[in-house]
């Protein structure tokens, strides 16, 4: 299915989007954005107001033309002075849609990433998190088949937990490329037994359901699931929103287009970075508007899901992009085919390059990796973390 069709955005359709650029962090002096969507009058205009800025205020703000069809342009600077261009732009007759744009993304940007779980915030003792992955499903990409009885997943599940997983992703129905859906039923029947047990033997481990069936979500929250992770952002199932927002528990909403089964026929990308936080940000709004927010929402930019490789590498070489929409990152790369494509490996064999990039997204913004091997990403985490990413 072509995800435009399916309601997607075209570029500059859908509202203007300010992105901050990779290297700028989240509360230093210095911050920059790129531009996605105006008009080329708001950009010209934008560009006036921002050298006549750069000239009052010195050379602190600088502004860059980019020729693009999206409108692109790029403002690096210190917070204070998007401040004063803020109130510049609102004042110029027809800016005040890019001032209240660019006054978005430099509160959301701003905020201390939080997941609440429980009413514990997981994110306020480490700022990075480890997602433990455990599949209880027979088809898997990389693990089908290996989990599906109870005891071998909460024998896994154990493993992981020793090995300092913070919370665990538990889920019964692959969404790798060509899946099929499978029926509530068969989703719960491997779901529950093993979700049960582990609540069992480790009352306080925060435990994710990966689905996207607002049932399954709900019988899950009921035996002891305390997030659900929805790799349809809430599209497959529109009970699945109101649901997290009834029960007050977090969920991961992650971009993909279309459906697995037919998600990497054709995917199609002009600007990966803008068009995925753009799309995202409408699950958001729909979201915030049924009253989930800081504390219980989490954004994903789907690795791997109706994408190609390049457009997964620019998710995570520009991953702060998505901190215009004010929410945890999280991102799942581990050992999935763009790094097969990259290096040739097979999945068993593709730790190494899943340590690469989730170490890069580390460093772009994420605070949360949803990881098979969770052992080895300590001590990557332990580095990474260690250098002030
Ligand atoms: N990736 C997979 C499944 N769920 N959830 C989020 N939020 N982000 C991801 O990147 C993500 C996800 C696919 O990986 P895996 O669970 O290993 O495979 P499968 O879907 O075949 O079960």
């Not at 690096?76 to 109130?87: C, I, M, N, Q, T």
Request: charged share 25%; with cysteine.
């Amino acid at each position: 299915m072509d995800g435009r069709a399916a309601g997607h955005p075209a570029p500059g359709q859908n509202g203007i989007l300010f992105l901050p650029l990779p290297g700028t962090r989240r509360l230093g002096p210095a911050f920059g954005v790129r531009a996605f969507g105006l008009s080329p009058r708001q950009a010209a205009v934008l560009e006036e107001v921002g050298r006549i800025s750069a000239a009052t205020l010195g050379p602190s703000l600088w502004i860059d033309a980019v020729a693009s069809p999206a409108g692109g342009l790029a403002i690096r600077g210190p917070r204070h002075a998007f401040s004063r261009l803020v109130d510049s732009l609102s004042k110029w007759e027809d800016m005040g849609e890019v001032a209240s744009a660019l006054a978005d993304t430099l509160d959301r940007s701003a905020r201390r990433p939080t997941l609440v779980v429980r009413g514990r915030d997981l994110l306020e003792k480490s700022p990075y998190l480890l997602m433990g992955v455990l599949n209880v499903t027979p088809d898997s990409f990389s693990d089908g088949g290996r989990f599906l009885a109870p005891e071998a997943a909460v024998a896994h599940a154990l493993r992981l937990v020793q090995e300092g997983a913070d919370l665990l992703d538990l889920g019964a129905e692959s969404s790798r490329p060509g899946s099929d859906p499978v029926p509530i039923e068969d989703e719960l029947r491997r779901l529950l037994p093993p979700l049960r047990e582990l609540r069992r033997v480790l009352p306080d481990l925060p435990i994710s359901v990966d689905t996207t069936k607002a049932a399954v979500a709900d019988a899950a929250l009921e035996a002891g699931a305390a997030l659900v992770n929805d790799v349809s952002a809430g599209r497959f199932d529109e009970a699945m929103i109101p649901l997290c927002a009834r029960r007050r528990v977090p969920l991961v909403l992650m971009h993909m287009r279309g459906l697995p089964k037919t998600m990497q026929e054709s995917p199609r990308y002009e600007d990966p970075v803008a068009e995925v936080t753009l799309e995202l940000r409408e699950r958001v709004r729909i979201a915030e508007a049924a009253g989930l927010g800081a504390g219980t929402l989490v954004v994903d930019p789907g690795f791997g899901f109706a994408k190609r490789p390049e457009d997964n590498l620019a998710l995570v070489a520009e991953l702060e992009g998505l901190r215009a929409l004010g929410y945890p990152i999280l991102l799942g790369a581990s050992r999935k085919s763009t790094i097969g494509a990259l290096t040739g490996a097979g999945p068993a064999d593709r730790l190494p390059g899943t340590l690469a990039l989730h170490t890069a997204a580390l460093l772009h913004g994420a605070s949360i990796l949803r990881v098979h091997d969770v052992k080895e990403h300590r001590q990557a985490l332990a580095c990474a973390a260690a250098l002030g990413g």
